[in-house]
């Protein structure tokens, strides 16, 4: 591996211990394990090999090439496509063992009569998050549909929720509503229901049916942020201290000089940026060094960024933690979503993969 000055930490111990609370909480259910958008930032090939050694069911990812990536690696589970397949994709699809989602009786059409084996799908009802999937009022005569094309052993049926990250929500409870009916007719099948995101997974046990698919939950966090006894991040984000120098009072820092030092001031410049998404809108947060928290100093570029320590010493190479402990003092994920106007989700889906991947079992508390 390159050496390389910026790379996240992924705490390979304490993401088995997420899977397994999740376990704890689901009893005798499957969990289809969403590794789309590189795990979450974690790793698509290394995250899913873990959760395939240890016995988890499926792994979703969005779109064919994800798939593809998996396969390569040697990962043998099931995987669902959660994503809409193109024409061009089916003959991939069918080489690599996929199985794909079904929206629409359209795409059903899409697939070859005469295949050696029927291919494993799962059909998606819309219950109101209005994306991709059949209007639940219509599921059952598109499950009949579906089985009477004779190409096609329909493994499940999912649906996906709008609003689970708040407990109680009642348009929650209207969307397990609306989507029971069908679970019932499927099970009479012999065909498998399932609806929870980490939300659902947290909040809603009605809706955990056969399986779950908890995305951030599994990784980082409960999805609105609250803490959870078995449940804790296992990625931090550092990097080295790249360059320092002193300023005097009244410097203006990085493009267009949004910041200006208030007092003589020490400087020191990070070596990441926007490029490896740690996003522009973070100019107004705050970075580990030797334990302490300091503001980022100015607008965040796409390599680099700086950080005012005021009369602080810090030299280069010291280490830099934007996401994780020091000592006592953390950042966690969702207080810099917060700062930048994000959410958790789209931060880590946003980590580039020009940030190296470090695995291991770190010292989390
Ligand atoms: C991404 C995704 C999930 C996981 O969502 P989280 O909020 O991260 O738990 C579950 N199901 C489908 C279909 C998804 O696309």
């Known amino acids: 591996m390159i ?17 397994l609370a999740i376990r704890e909480l689901i009893g005798n259910r499957q969990i289809c394990l969403p590794v789309k958008a590189n795990a979450y930032g974690h790793g698509l090939c290394e995250m899913s090999l873990i959760a395939e050694k240890i016995g988890i069911e499926y792994l979703g990812v969005s779109c064919l090439k994800e798939a593809h990536h998996l396969r390569n690696s040697g990962i043998k589970i099931p995987i669902i496509i959660f994503g809409a397949i193109h024409e061009d994709q089916i003959d991939q699809l069918i080489d690599l063992d996929c199985q794909p989602t079904l929206a629409s009786k359209f795409k059903a059409h899409l697939f070859p009569q005469k295949l050696s084996s029927k291919i494993k799908v799962h059909l998606e009802i819309d219950t109101g998050m209005r994306r991709t999937g059949v209007r639940a009022e219509n599921g059952l005569d598109f499950l009949s549909y579906v089985e009477s094309l004779g190409r096609f052993k329909i493994e499940s049926i999912y649906t996906h929720f709008a609003t689970s990250d708040t407990p109680d929500h009642p348009f929650a409870f209207e969307q397990i509503k609306a989507f029971y009916p069908l679970t019932m007719e499927a099970k009479k099948r012999g065909i498998k229901s399932h609806m929870a995101n980490s939300g659902g997974t ?60 208030d007092r003589e001031s020490r400087i020191v410049t990070v070596p990441l940026g926007y490029a490896d998404g740690y996003r522009r809108s973070l100019s107004q947060a705050q970075v580990l060094i030797r334990g302490k928290k300091y503001p980022i100093a100015g607008n965040i570029c796409m390599d680099q960024f700086m950080v005012d320590i005021g009369q602080d010493s810090a030299y280069v190479g010291d280490e830099v933690t934007l996401i994780g402990k020091q000592n006592e003092a953390e950042i966690t994920l969702v207080e810099l979503a917060k700062k930048g106007h994000s959410i958790p989700h789209e931060m880590l889906a946003s980590l580039s993969t020009r940030l190296t991947r470090r695995y291991g079992a770190l010292n989390f508390k």
């Open 202 to 261: 947290l909040y809603y046990p009605d809706s955990y049916f056969d399986m779950v698919r908890p995305g951030l939950l599994a990784y980082e966090y409960t999805p609105n942020g609250a803490s959870h006894p078995k449940i804790k991040p296992c990625l931090s984000l550092k990097a080295k201290i790249s360059y320092f120098k002193a300023v005097p009072k009244e410097t203006g820092i990085s493009y267009n000089h949004l910041y200006r030092t």
């Open 3 to 19: 050496p390389h000055p910026a790379w996240l930490e992924i705490d390979t111990d304490q993401f088995q211990k997420n899977l």
